[in-house]
């Protein structure tokens, strides 16, 4: 990777309008570098122009299923960033078309510009998984290693919260109009959410030549939550009470098979059933190698810090709730 007395000026970020590109352009411009925001709709990326001084940010078109443009917009810059992925197929935005074939257009055009790359996959990216998501990240992955080797490095977040985030924020939505929320499989699925502030800080350390070329990065929270213990968390914080009710696999398998012929974003799919049967949390050998947010140095903020500075929303008097009962003597 870059070196630190060879800092680039320019970074072009693939997918930095979206939930976590927005963070990772806004730690990018505090260091002082100017971003390439490289999205399908360069129109729709206005909200990036505050994040940095005028002119330090500019949005232009790309799409990772045409080379060409993904080619355009690595001229010139001096590093790049790959956060594109999608966890739905929809329309042309498949799996492999995306996160497989989009992240080797974006690794071989790095390589023919000379430019390093930090490339963001998913714990659980795995050529080899039943899951086309962790299949297509793991490809995508085997892509960037075989053509960019140390000038290129991987980070492999576990579910990722805040602001806007597509996990806690779906099932606090869910809470307003059902009385129970469900815990598929039962809820012992193990995660180790990890704040986006956090893993936008570990990207821009990346592009700082602050990481080791060619490695694999494992960027989890500082708790291994159960899918039951991330709902429970997140009933205090909204300060709403919901049932709990087990569901078995081949009956969420039936769930996400309907849902994902719905129109719209789905609640869940048959290949996110297929995910949650696999523990997503930082591996033993990652930690061993300090391949991890502790390892390089971030103290990672915790769930129970964060989700009440977005989440209060939910609950049925919004932010007040508190000072209300305290004025009553209930607080």
Known sequence: MTTLSNMPKVVTVFGGSGFLGRHVTRALAKRGYRVRAAVRRPDLAFHLQPLGDVGQIAAIQANLRHKWSVERAVEGADAAINLVGILFEGGKQGFDAVQ???????????????????????????????????????????????????NAVIMRPSIIFGPEDNFFNQFASMTRYSPFLPLIGGGETKFQPVYVGDVAEAIARGIDGRLRGGATYELGGPEVMSFRKCLEEMLEVIQRKRALVSIPWWAASMQGRFFQMMPGTPLITEDQVRLLRTDNVVSQAAIDDRRTLDGIGIDASTVEAILPTYLWRFRVTGQFRNNVAAEKGEG
């Not at 930090?118 to 299949?135: K, L, T």
Request: aromatic share 8%; net charge negative; with cysteine.
């Open 100 to 150: 497989e074939y989009g992240a080797r257009y974006v690794a071989e055009s790095c390589d023919k510009a000379g430019i390093p790359l930090v490339h963001v996959s998913a714990i659980g990216a795995d050529p080899d998984s039943e899951s086309q998501y962790a299949r297509s990240k793991g490809r995508g992955e085997d892509w960037v290693r075989q053509t960019l080797g140390d």
